[in-house]
């Protein structure tokens, strides 16, 4: 299995211009999580989905934020209009499901909004 | 959600020395994972506790978890360069499973 593939690797954006940054997780892996990495933040988990369904989004900052899982293989973070403070790394990560299993990260996105 | 204070949040080393990070929660801990990024890499699983009072080794990276499960520690001894990173602890939140990480110990190593 080639892992969990994120796109773009680089985006780099005007403010105010609509940003999609892509994710397919392992094949078979039930859960999916978007995370958004700052020196300042940390590491923030964003959003979880579960079998394809959004479980928990109370860490997506903002209405700006929107993500959507359409099938099991795929799924999408959406920022519109973007913004300088969303600059950052983000991070799509899968795994087995449940609570005991481990999280396999994607390469991650580097977005910078100038 | 799940919070776990991770301490220190940066860690500067003599090559050859050992260090310790830890990682505490207020409330009880199903179980606990340790991930590690390289710089400008991704977070990559290391290991996962379950039990009370559990101790796992990995070469030279000790991992243990607290008796009461609400806290645990990561010891590395005979720092090497390649040890240099983030160390992130990681929990599931017990009914979703939702994974929240610490905010990591960064680590640097003089050689």
């Known amino acids: 299995d080639a892992g969990v593939i994120q796109s773009p690797r680089h985006e780099v954006t005007e403010m105010g211009q609509e940003v999609t940054l892509r994710c397919k997780p392992i094949s078979g892996h039930n859960s999916l999580f978007w995370y958004r990495q700052t020196m300042m933040r940390g590491l923030e988990l964003l959003i979880y989905?579960?079998?394809?369904?959004?479980?928990?989004d109370s860490g997506m900052p903002e209405d700006r934020f929107s993500a959507k899982m359409p099938n099991a293989s795929f799924s999408t973070l959406k920022i519109q209009p973007s913004e300088p403070r969303d600059s950052a790394v983000y991070f799509c990560?899968?795994?087995?499901?449940?609570?005991?299993?481990?999280?396999?990260f994607g390469q991650g996105t580097r977005l910078t909004v100038v | 959600g799940q919070q776990v204070m991770q301490i220190p949040q940066y860690q500067h080393v003599q090559e050859g020395e050992d260090f310790t990070t830890y990682c505490n929660s207020s409330?009880?801990?199903?179980?606990i994972q340790w991930y590690k990024q390289r710089p400008g890499g991704h977070p990559v699983f290391l290991i996962q506790?379950?039990?009370?009072?559990e101790v796992k080794k990995q070469k030279r990276l000790t991992f243990q978890f607290g008796e009461a499960k609400k806290n645990s520690s990561l010891h590395i001894t005979a720092t090497q360069t390649t040890d240099v990173g983030t160390y992130f602890c990681a929990v599931h939140t017990p009914n979703d499973y939702k994974l929240s990480f610490g905010a990591g110990t960064t680590v640097t190593v003089r050689a």
């Open positions: 990560a899968s795994s087995p499901g449940g609570g005991n299993t481990e999280a396999f």
């Open positions: 409330t009880t801990l199903s179980n």
């Open positions: 989905f579960n079998n394809n369904v959004p479980i928990d």
């Open positions: 506790l379950v039990k009370s009072g």
